[in-house]
């Protein structure tokens, strides 16, 4: 549960989605000029013009992605993978989260300029539209996640955490499992927070619905600024949470058997070929 403000972070979270989550990395990422589209769509109707002014702003910024931050990724890749090579320690993993939180935030600031030029070009019913997705957003997230107990919170975590191990090592043994268990069930439920962060951010956004003068700047430091409005006890719990977690994943990799060695890094050779090749294409 990671999407905190909508429409703000549509670009990045589906980029990020397609390139880290799916096998077939080039064959979705050659497809983002019409995929993004889509993806907004969701949130508002764009009429023709619309739509030829989100083309003509993704064509750079998938340039820029293609060009300049994809060989980041091949770097960080390629750092990852040689720590493989020496103990995993949670300073291993809060390192490399911490560049995968820098390739995120250059996104997020470069995509802004796009959003906001199609912000300023909605009509009052079409900026209307997009906050009624966004409040019926809010009440299905809501519904979904807080009538849960601490029993479901927990088991659903896990099974969440359990997938994504098992996706880059293969199954885990049974020690693994019970590890990854006492892990989860130390950590603190942050679903409340994250629900009611998301429906403050919704509010403020919506004082700027009028667009009055000055707008696009106050909701560039709104999405920028956001970790300022975290209560403390909020930020407290999120960070327990990464270090639980980072130190988990550490001892988890650090652990991994040989045939789970090979795996994760014939995932991660996978990936940076893939890489490679869309960046080559941006020279093509």
Not at 248 to 269: F, V
Request: charged share 35%.
């Amino acid at each position: 549960m990671t999407d905190r403000f909508g429409l703000r972070r549509c670009v990045i979270a589906l980029l990020l989605l397609l390139l880290v989550g799916c096998s077939s990395t080039t064959f979705f990422y050659n497809r983002l000029d019409h995929l993004l589209p889509w993806y907004i769509e969701r949130y508002v109707d764009l009429d023709r013009s619309q739509r030829q002014l989100l083309d003509a702003q993704l064509a750079p910024l998938l340039t820029w992605h293609r060009r300049e931050e994809l060989p980041r990724y091949v770097a960080l890749l390629d750092e990852f993978r040689a720590a493989l090579d020496q103990p995993v320690t949670t300073a291993t993993l809060q390192y490399f989260s911490e560049g995968m939180e820098d390739a995120w935030e250059r996104l997020r600031d470069r995509s802004m300029d796009e959003l906001l030029a199609l912000g300023s070009d909605l009509s009052d019913e079409q900026v209307q539209e997009f906050f009624t997705y966004l409040d019926r957003r809010q009440d299905k997230l809501e519904d979904k996640y807080l009538p849960r107990d601490d029993e479901e919170f927990y088991d659903d975590t896990l099974d969440e955490m359990r997938d994504f191990a098992e996706d880059y090592l293969g199954r885990l043994s049974r020690q693994q499992r019970q590890d990854l268990e006492q892990a989860v069930r130390s950590l603190h439920r942050t679903d409340r927070d994250w629900l009611a962060e998301r429906a403050q951010s919704i509010a403020l956004l919506r004082i700027e619905q009028s667009r009055s003068a000055g707008w696009q700047e106050r909701v560039r430091i709104m999405v920028r600024d956001w970790e300022s409005r975290v209560p403390e006890a909020t930020q407290q719990r999120y960070d327990h949470n990464s270090a639980v977690m980072h130190e988990a994943l550490a001892a988890l990799i650090d652990g991994r058997s040989e045939k789970q060695d090979r795996r994760l890094r014939r995932r991660l050779d996978s990936l940076r070929e893939d890489f490679e090749q869309l960046i080559a294409q941006a020279t093509d």
